[in-house]
Each structure stands twice: as structure tokens, then as C-alpha cells.
């Protein structure tokens, strides 16, 4: 208990890497909201879009079904691993097809 060399650090990134995290992560919510890249009902990483939000949506989404007597199927995906094993070269080049560009991938 008495060692610091015992413990290791809550982030292993140093402060200057964090601040370019958080400034390369703002600059692509703008990009990806600005150009309205993302749905709407897209949850979970977006601010005020958790996933309260998201089952408070999809409530109100099936109140609404029911209530017009229409008939609901409903299909619940765990995407948890998904970036794992995304490959980098295709992610940017879907990201110039949509329109990125670029600019985007230059953070100079």
C-alpha cells in the first residue's frame, strides 16, 4: 500500500494526448452532425443522446404503433465489439465517399 510504483494509472495517455482526444473527437461530432451524417435515433456516444433517451424513444415509438393497431417487430443487435475489428483504410475511405473528404482526416 505504501509503494506508488504499485499502482498504475486510471489513463495511461499523457495530458497533451488527451487534449488532442478531445479536440479531434469534438471536431468530428460537429462534422458528423453539421452534415447530418448520423441518424437521428443514433444513441449511446452523442450528448444528451444516452440510452435513456434511446428506450424512452423506442417507448414512445411502440405506445404510438399500438395505439394505431399496427403490428410491431422489433430486432436487438449487441454491436458492444463492433470497432474492434474495423479496418481503418475502409472506415476512411467510406468517410470520403460520404463526403468528408480530405479535410477531414488533416488535423493541422
Not at 14 to 38: A, G, M, T
Not at 50 to 58: C, F, H, I
Request: proline share 2%; glycine share 4%.
Amino acid at each position: 500500500k505504501d509503494k506508488v510504483s504499485n499502482y498504475k494509472p486510471v489513463c495511461s495517455l499523457s495530458p497533451i494526448s488527451k487534449i488532442i482526444e478531445k479536440v479531434i473527437y469534438n471536431r468530428i461530432i460537429l462534422f458528423l452532425d453539421r452534415y447530418e451524417i448520423i441518424s437521428n435515433t443514433q444513441f449511446g456516444f452523442r450528448k444528451n443522446m444516452g440510452s435513456e433517451t434511446a428506450r424512452l424513444n423506442y417507448i414512445e415509438f411502440l405506445k404510438n404503433e399500438l395505439t394505431n393497431y399496427k403490428y410491431i417487430i422489433s430486432m436487438l443487435l449487441d454491436h458492444s465489439k463492433a470497432f474492434y475489428v474495423i479496418d481503418h483504410k475502409i472506415l476512411e475511405m467510406n468517410s470520403n465517399i460520404k463526403g468528408s473528404g480530405e479535410n477531414f482526416w488533416n488535423f493541422s
